[in-house]
């Protein structure tokens, strides 16, 4: 009975914050109708469960367990705190854009003297001028996956970047998302990048927290479409809090001969999801996706890539490295489709878990479906524990045990790491790998 | 004080004894060869001393400086001085042999509460004493012993041996996989390292190596101890006679 009063209690709950949130949620008219229809489509599912294929190892209702409030907007006191928050995450020659608690934060960004051909906005303005330009595009996710509807509905800011054809970056874009601990709290946040034709770019994602930040929940998304012969490098590191909950998704579609080089890394947060569709809308392009779990405690965190080769003579590459120490659980779920005509396709994906501990766990689930008849496609999977020959010859040259194992472990996750393009962004991925490694002890 | 003293030593691997009471004494500036059959227990004795998890000392005791080395976890015995030449250097894809070479040498120092090498003074050493092992700029960019011939891997190990400065060097089976050129570049690098500070322990199956590295004593080992010791000569006499003798004493 009590039960039962709970759950009704919580959906209340969550109805009445989005009814009370409708005035801080930024688009009137047909914005507010596709918030509506999406809050619905995400209330008729409510949070993922195992019993959701595309979830199965990942039930929110158990590790997460509800939607807590929107996060208010932020105080002095709070941009102060995340100031302080962003300081060890500095990157030398980027352009840094913020937000904190699920708002754009002018102060702590960077947007003045834009380079020709960059243009940035943030989302609440796009919605708020009603500009209906773009919203084919942010709203391209749709509201099949009841954790994304949910982020449609409830989405308060992010940054809509428009790269104009030809424009070619020399600065990276570094969009940081810092909780600054306020209050237990949830932050909606939706970014959009847009690539020109031969455009290039590169864009890194952080998430952080201020000092002392407690429970709270990131769900955030990015739509990117990356135009003919454009190329973006992305590199995403989830350094949440440890008690934190980060549930992002992406949406990439590639023109032709367009090339994604992308990275994710996950070492921070209680329990984490990244979903990510990557669709091939033109031949001859390109992607590489890669990604490193390091986990320890009671981490979860779960990669769910879906790879749809549409047409044909595209190529993509997955490399995916898992490190579970203690009770952590790793997820690695991969999907490549590959359609009747997308003759020529090469996909391949390999997958590799280290278990530290006995009671560490990973999951890898790849799935291949192959509908065209003349392409390469592979993919592997292992899972085992540090070799411990190894681990006698490091020792035995004066390394401590725990030495011994950083060094293995930062091997055994290099091979994801070089395939970030960038120097100054590999760099970044293996100093966030030190600094779980350095916690680690 | 004996650098090592190995006293009545008794050891098991799954339940099974391999090393039956076996006992040797080295000092500083002596170089002993110990030779002996496959299966003798030879390289148990050089994976025990440098403290290789799997073998189970079931009685007697090793004393390194007075100290008890069974005590101690493999790393602080590298740090005291206990270096042990692998017979099968591992290979460590991704890690550069340079990285590998400073983390160890600064963790030894570290624990000896030395101060680290500085990165200018760390690879002008490396480098000094790899030209003089005909070590390649390009093998320490790799990663360790990854792609190695035989011989690279040998003199990997020997480059190590240099850095480090150890004051006791086992070296299990160098000569295995080494044709005669790579067997010379070896023993050159080892034989440059004698000195009175430092003692050797040269496990080999074939008296070939000692016609390079000439040792103080000579012991043999059979069926877990050692049978019969002697001097340089002691390795002439086995390489004319085979170790069946021994087997039989044993």
Not at chain 1, 176 to 186: K, N
Not at chain 1, 415 to 431: G, N, Y
Not at chain 2, 65 to 76: H, Q, S
């Amino acid at each position: 009975m009590n039960v039962v009063l709970a759950k009704t209690e919580t959906g209340r709950a969550l109805s009445d914050i989005f009814a009370i949130a409708g005035d801080r949620l930024p688009g009137v008219g047909k914005v507010a109708d596709i918030r509506r229809q999406a809050f619905e489509a995400y209330e008729r599912v409510g949070l993922p469960h195992r019993r959701i294929e595309d979830w199965k190892y990942t039930d929110l209702r158990v590790l997460m367990r509800e939607v807590l409030p929107l996060a208010a907007p932020p105080d002095a006191a709070a941009l102060a705190r995340a100031g302080t928050a962003l300081k060890p995450h500095t990157i030398k020659g980027v352009r840094r854009l913020v937000l904190v608690d699920g708002v754009f934060a002018a102060k702590l960004s960077e947007t003045a003297d834009l380079e020709k051909g960059l243009g940035i906005r943030t989302l609440r303005e796009v919605l708020e001028a009603g500009d209906t330009s773009l919203h084919a595009q942010l709203f391209a996710p749709d509201n099949s996956d009841s954790m994304v509807a949910l982020n449609s509905a409830m989405m308060t800011d992010g940054l809509v970047i428009e790269v104009a054809d030809g424009a070619v970056l020399t600065q990276p874009l570094h969009i940081v998302h810092i909780a600054s601990g306020a209050a237990p709290s949830a932050m909606f946040t939706r970014s959009l990048l847009k690539l020109g034709k031969a455009a290039s770019a590169t864009l890194v994602e952080s998430y952080i927290a201020a000092n002392g930040a407690k429970a709270y929940q990131v769900h955030d998304s990015l739509v990117v479409s990356i135009g003919d012969g454009a190329r973006l490098d992305h590199v995403r590191l989830i350094e949440d809090s440890r008690e934190a909950f980060n549930i992002s998704s992406s949406v990439v579609t590639l023109g032709a001969h367009a090339h994604l080089n992308t990275f994710g890394m996950t070492s921070g947060s209680s329990a984490s999801r990244y979903q990510a569709v990557i669709a091939f809308a033109g031949e001859g392009s390109r992607v590489e996706t890669n990604g490193v779990n390091l986990l320890n405690g009671r981490q979860h965190a779960d990669t769910t890539l879906f790879l749809d080769h549409a047409v044909p003579n595209c190529a993509s590459r997955e490399i995916f490295r898992a490190v579970v120490d203690d009770r952590g659980h790793s997820v690695f779920q991969g999907r490549i489709v590959v359609r009747p005509k997308a003759q020529k396709t090469d996909a391949k994906m390999m997958t590799r878990a280290l278990l530290l501990s006995d009671e560490a766990e990973a999951d890898n689930k790849p799935e291949l479906e192959i509908f065209a008849d003349d392409v390469t496609c592979g993919h592997g999977a292992t899972t085992g524990a540090l070799d411990e020959s190894l681990l006698f010859y490091l020792r035995a040259r004066g390394l401590s045990e725990k030495a011994a194992q950083a060094l293995l472990i930062q091997a055994f996750v290099g091979e994801a790491i070089e395939s970030i393009a960038s120097d100054a962004l590999r760099e970044l991925a293996i100093s966030a790998a030190q600094r779980w490694l350095a916690a680690r002890g | 004080m004996s650098l090592l003293e190995v006293k009545n030593l008794l050891v098991r691997v799954e339940e099974r004894e391999i090393l039956h009471g076996l006992s040797l004494t080295v000092n500083k500036g002596e170089v002993h060869a110990i030779m002996g059959p496959n299966g003798s227990g030879k390289s148990t004795l050089s994976h025990v001393i440098a403290g290789k998890p799997g073998y189970e000392v079931t009685g007697g005791e090793i004393l390194f400086e007075g100290e008890d080395l069974l005590e101690m976890a493999p790393d602080e015995r590298a740090a005291k001085g206990v270096f042990l030449a692998f017979q099968y250097p591992v290979e460590i894809p991704g890690v550069a042999t340079m990285t590998f070479l400073r983390t160890a040498l600064n963790a030894q120092r570290k624990a000896r509460g030395e101060s680290e090498f500085s990165t200018p003074d760390f690879l002008k050493k490396v480098r000094a004493v790899a030209a003089s092992l005909n070590i390649p700029q390009d093998m320490l960019r790799r990663g360790v012993n990854v792609g190695f011939s035989g011989g690279e891997k040998k003199r990997n190990e020997i480059l190590q041996m240099a850095l480090f400065e150890p004051s006791l060097c086992i070296l299990d089976e160098m000569d295995s996989g080494l044709d005669i050129d790579a067997l010379r570049v070896a023993a050159d690098g080892v034989n440059a390292l004698r000195s009175p500070d430092r003692a050797m322990v040269v496990i080999t199956h074939y008296q070939r190596l000692l016609n390079y590295i000439v040792p103080d004593f000579v012991h043999v080992m059979s069926k877990g101890r050692v049978v019969k010791s002697g001097g340089k000569e002691l390795a002439l006499e086995l390489e004319a006679s085979g170790y069946t003798q021994f087997e039989d004493a044993a």
